[in-house]
């Protein structure tokens, strides 16, 4: 055809041809764009083959353009038949022309077109017809949804078998291979999710079907390999986030522990940045303590854990400490029912900026009572009516200390008393 040059011999390199002898034979091998025939293998002999110096030949299916992935000789061919190797177009790449010549938009029920091979401005001739039929597409996860590694939480996209080319919704099903323990697939969605446990290091070859929601559903399915990489597990004692409150020590916020790997373990924490002043760690027990003088802020702390093995494994926590202001007010004064007076005054420390106080919801509705945001003065004006009541105030720090993620804050609560 066209765009292809004959050659008695395409390559004679005798360094080409001993790697050719000490490659093992099969049927087919393809090297560089040339099919060997096993049979040549370690006689130091080539056959005829094709140089693809141009454009390969085009074929169509019912009228719409296939991709071709190979086109040259038939490997061990006697008579030396040239093959062509054809990637079908999707089932909705219509419209289809059928071999009876009627024109469909997709394919939706087995049909059977017309084959053609163009090579320059030949054709092959009529009457090469091949039955098709629809079928899924699904596609494996890609990139980081392919790795993960133990305790870490498993990548959250591009992790997801997703089929097309059939009517919706898709059903998954796991259908051969077993999942890392921690890690599931969604029925519903195809997204593997989750995080895999410890001892799960290692690779899972996997298969996944899907079927769609036809009348007469179709089904495929893919394969594909998940990779584990090792790690510790690491974890921390008690409920998070751990509260604290400015000016009191805690030696024992909470205790991280790693498992997993080769004792002892090394802790370190890694966040925040900068570490807060009178947060520590214990770097052989993990033990996370604060000070009287630890500023008040959530502070987002990861501690990093690393075994003793010769190519150490690391694993990693992450949590929140939350250290409050420490608010307080002096004792309540009780106010007389239709007048205006001060009750009490909230007061806060631990703060990096300006405080600034408000009331509850609860006790803002009743109208009758405010505060100064700046100064922190509770009140009643002349509306106020005889009762015992609670009020509650946030302090609010103006400013976000060293490595906090967020404003402290801090609450006190008292009764109020109107005769």
């Not at 140089?51 to 991709?67: D, K, Y």
């Not at 089929?163 to 921690?182: D, F, I, K, N």
């Not at 594909?224 to 000016?247: I, Q």
Request: proline share 5%; aromatic share 6%; hydrophobic share 40%.
């Amino acid at each position: 055809g066209s765009g292809y040059t004959w050659s008695a011999d395409c390559i004679s390199s005798s360094s080409y041809l001993t790697s050719l002898n000490n490659y093992a034979a099969s049927s087919l091998t393809s090297l560089d764009g040339v099919i060997v025939s096993s049979a040549l293998l370690n006689s130091n002999r080539l056959m005829p083959c094709f140089l693809s110096s141009g454009t390969p030949p085009s074929v169509t299916i019912g009228g719409v353009a296939g991709t071709v992935t190979y086109a040259g000789w038939v490997a061990d061919s006697v008579a030396g038949l040239y093959q062509v190797n054809v990637r079908m177009p999707g089932s909705a790449a219509g419209p289809f022309t059928t071999a009876a010549g009627a024109s469909i938009g997709a394919i939706t029920t087995p049909v059977q077109l017309p084959v053609v091979v163009t090579a320059g401005s030949r054709s092959s001739q009529a009457g090469v017809n091949v039955w098709v039929a629809r079928r899924l597409k699904v596609a494996p996860p890609s990139g980081a949804g392919l790795t993960g590694t133990v305790a870490v939480p498993w990548a959250s996209s591009n992790n997801s078998v997703v089929a097309t080319q059939g009517t919706a919704p898709y059903r998954y099903a796991l259908t051969s291979g077993v999942l890392p323990t921690g890690l599931t697939l969604n029925t519903t969605t195809g997204a593997i999710s989750g995080t895999p446990l410890a001892s799960t290091a290692g690779t899972y070859a996997v298969t996944v079907t899907a079927t769609d929601s036809a009348n007469f559903p179709l089904s495929d399915k893919v394969s594909f390999t998940l990779t584990v990489a090792g790690g510790l597990v690491v974890t921390s004692s008690g409920t998070a986030p751990y509260n604290e409150e400015y000016g009191t020590a805690n030696t024992t916020v909470t205790t991280v522990s790693a498992s997993g790997g080769t004792y002892p373990y090394t802790y370190a924490m890694t966040a925040p940045s900068p570490l807060p002043l009178g947060m520590t760690i214990d770097a052989n027990t993990g033990v996370i303590g604060v000070s009287a003088l630890t500023p008040a802020g959530t502070y987002h702390v990861t501690v990093t854990a690393t075994d003793s093995a010769t190519t150490p494994l690391t694993g990693s926590a992450t949590f929140d400490v939350v250290v409050a202001l420490k608010v307080v007010n002096s004792a309540p004064v009780a106010g007389t029912a239709g007048g205006a007076s001060t009750i009490s005054t909230v007061s806060a420390t631990g703060n990096t900026g300006t405080i600034t106080y408000s009331l509850d919801a609860t006790t803002q509705a009743l109208g009758w009572v405010t505060i100064n945001g700046s100064t922190g003065v509770v009140a009643v004006t002349s509306g106020s009516i005889a009762g015992t009541r609670p009020v509650t105030v946030t302090a609010t720090d103006g400013t976000a200390a060293a490595g906090s993620g967020a404003n402290a804050t801090g609450t006190v609560t008292f009764n109020m008393v109107i005769n």
